[in-house]
């Protein structure tokens, strides 16, 4: 029920004849009162005529996004921008305040680390290993106090998967550059669904990352509230938890059930396998406007 794509009605935000973002009526009709940066045409909200190019649209996007903070319609405010553009690594069709990208719907990008912790030769040869979860601080804008992947961040402007998975393992776990170099990079997962500020229209870069016996993560960005430990097993049970003390976040769940397929926790004759297979790669929506 978590990651089920938005069901009601959207509206698409057009840029350069491209759907940069999807909007519900409220937040549409909300833009629309911007008469100075935005128009309605057949194909959604798009950019009034004069708001061209990335610097203007980032400019005229900054002050958008300060009104609605100041009107109580946005999470906190990060001071930290995405690039949105027509693909990942592509040249930006401008730059958005993070905590507007939910309102306005456009496609987010973040790296996540599965923590695989080793676990000892026994009698009949290597058990799984155990995979580290950490919880989130009850201040955090989005999700708080609950488990999380033990790396997760958005990848900011400026910044490629590679440097995020450095940033990230440092400022949530304490993993040092070197060790955090080392994570192996083993796919990508989406999500689309509607949420209560707006649409989480993201792309997950995962990685794998086999932690030492003795590592013991520590936060160094008070971010983080605790961490723990588990084998595969309990961590598919926290991941099918829909309330109480221990919900994973929809996002990590999804991360965390992808390590589970790919290692082979979950066998590829179980009933649901290749109904949770399909989660992880959900059907895309149209990238253009049809005219």
């Known amino acids: 029920m978590a990651l089920r794509p938005p069901a009601r009605p959207q509206q698409h935000f057009v840029v350069d004849g491209a759907i940069a973002g999807r909007l519900d009526a409220e937040r549409a009709n909300r833009l629309a009162d ?19 190019g990335p610097r203007q649209r980032t ?9 609605l903070a100041a009107e109580g319609r946005l999470t906190p405010w990060r001071g930290e921008r995405y690039a949105v553009g027509p693909g990942h690594a592509a040249v930006p ?22 923590g695989l912790h080793p676990a000892p030769p026994s009698a009949a040869g290597q058990d799984p290993p155990g995979l580290w979860f950490t919880r989130r601080a009850a201040h955090k804008a989005i999700d708080p106090g609950l488990l999380d992947n033990l790396v997760a961040g958005g990848i900011a402007a400026g910044q490629s998967v590679a440097t995020t998975v450095l940033k990230e393992a440092w400022e949530e776990a304490g993993i040092a550059a070197e060790l955090a170099a080392r994570a192996l990079p083993v796919g990508a997962v989406h999500i689309c669904r509607e949420q209560p500020d707006g649409v989480q229209h993201e792309t997950i870069f995962v990685h794998d990352l086999v932690l030492p016996r003795d590592f013991s993560p520590t936060p160094t960005d008070g971010e ?15 991941i099918a938890h829909a309330d109480g003390p221990d919900v994973v976040t929809a996002d990590a769940s999804l991360v965390v059930l992808d390590c589970l397929l790919r290692h082979g926790a979950i066998p590829a004759d179980a009933r649901p396998y290749l109904t949770l297979e399909a989660l992880r790669h959900p059907a895309p929506g149209p990238a253009t406007v049809q005219g």
């Open 34 to 52: 911007f008469d100075r940066v935005f128009v309605r045409t057949g194909a959604g909200i798009e950019f009034a005529r004069g708001v061209e």
């Open 93 to 114: 069709w401008f730059l958005l305040e993070r905590a507007a990208a939910r309102y306005f719907g456009v496609r987010t990008y973040a790296a996540h680390i599965n």
């Open 59 to 67: 400019d005229a996007l900054e002050q958008v996004a300060r009104t």
């Open 224 to 238: 983080v509230a605790g961490f723990r430990c588990v084998d595969f097993e309990a961590a598919a049970r926290l």
